[in-house]
């Protein structure tokens, strides 16, 4: 019977016991009464049941309290192990114990800037994060940035060209084609690229042309900081351009096709004016007759009277020559023996004059070697004045 069982089990039946309730040493368990509210089934006195008796048990059994604490703990362990779905982190990360799926676990101290990041694993060059030892992490393997494999700033010098780098030797020697400003040489920079440049002042100087050449007058480049107005690349002072200077009348050169001569100063009557026109002939001037085409030299002059040589022998017109000279007429007159501006001595000439002589005196227009339609004529080795 199951109320017999039952009984045995509880160390047996209370015959004074109030009708439809029995104690158990289970805990307290109550079977209910009839609904009736007349006896519950039980016979007193067979302690059989009618087979409609029902038990409650009440929430203080021990055996159901237990039950109910190893569903909750279970839970509990279910949410503990579970990690953080969203930014996988593995389950138990920052409790400073090192768990499956954790390479590192600093606990508190853990951050993305630590050793230990804030997922529990280790901080390395290119994870993004800037750890400790480094100078820089920008989470990719390109050498050409800011930042390099090793997660150190990149800078001028360190030999791998990046960024506004034109060049990047990984040297100090700015004489070479990648100077110390990692850009490559060129003419300006303010560095002389040894074996392409004279200097290099970083841009025209007194002593460096724009070319990075050394600034010299005659080399073709006008250079304003050295105080050239012009620089034709020659030697030549009979040109507009002298030493660098731009011909003037009163510079001491003659400036060919504008100037008949230039003594250097602004003055008249010392035989070149003002204005640079001759007012008598220079020495070694020289000419041919109009009649007869023979060669004469001025082997003196100024502004009264001229000497005048044949060159070296000829027949002349010597009142013709002295007006085209600039003068009226003939006054002395003589032969020199085969010399140019000297009588009858050695190696004489225009620059080098001999004696000053002049053996047939008087000119007096006497057609000495005849006649022509512009007048008389004197030959041969002759020399004269003019006035």
Request: hydrophobic share 25%.
């Amino acid at each position: 019977m199951a109320v017999a069982s039952l009984g045995a089990c509880a160390g047996g039946l209370d015959p004074g016991a109030p009708t439809g309730s029995i104690s158990s040493t289970f805990g307290q368990v109550t079977l209910g009464s009839a609904s009736d509210g007349s006896d519950d089934g039980l016979d007193p006195s067979t302690g059989d049941t009618d087979g409609h008796t029902s038990a409650q048990p009440t929430t203080d059994d021990p055996t159901l309290s237990s039950t109910a604490s190893v569903s909750d703990s279970a839970s509990a362990s279910d949410s503990d192990t579970s990690g953080d779905a969203t930014t996988g982190t593995p389950p138990g990360c920052g409790d400073g114990v090192i768990d499956p799926g954790e390479a590192c676990d600093d606990g508190p101290a853990n951050a993305d800037t630590a050793s230990c990041k804030s997922d529990c694993t280790p901080q390395i060059c290119g994870d993004g994060f800037v750890g400790p030892g480094e100078g820089c992490d920008d989470g990719n393997v390109d050498e050409s940035d800011e930042c390099n494999n090793q997660c150190v700033p990149t800078s001028c010098g360190d030999g791998v060209m990046n960024g506004v780098e034109s060049c990047d030797d990984g040297n100090a020697d700015d004489s070479d084609g990648c100077p110390t400003t990692c850009q490559n040489a060129s003419c300006g920079d303010g560095f002389v690229h040894a074996g392409v440049e004279q200097c290099d002042t970083g841009g025209q100087s007194a002593a460096c042309d724009a070319d990075c050449s050394n600034a010299t007058c005659g080399d073709g480049y006008v250079n304003g900081a050295a105080g050239e107005a012009c620089d034709d690349g020659n030697g030549s002072n009979g040109d507009g351009c002298v030493n660098c200077q731009t011909a003037f009348c009163g510079d001491g050169f003659v400036w060919s096709g504008n100037e008949q001569c230039d003594d250097g100063n602004g003055n008249s009557g010392d035989g070149c004016s003002a204005g640079c026109t001759n007012e008598f002939p220079a020495v070694c001037d020289g000419g041919l007759d109009p009649g007869t085409g023979s060669a004469y030299v001025v082997c003196a002059a100024d502004g009264t009277t001229a000497w005048v040589s044949a060159n070296s022998a000829g027949t002349y017109h010597p009142d013709l020559i002295c007006q085209a000279l600039g003068y009226t007429t003939a006054d002395q007159w003589g032969g020199t023996c085969g010399n140019v501006c000297g009588y009858c001595e050695g190696p004489t000439s225009c620059d080098a004059t001999g004696s000053y002589l002049f053996d047939l005196g008087a000119w007096n227009g006497q057609a000495y070697c005849g006649n022509d339609g512009l007048g008389p004529l004197i030959c041969y080795t002759v020399m004269w004045t003019c006035v």
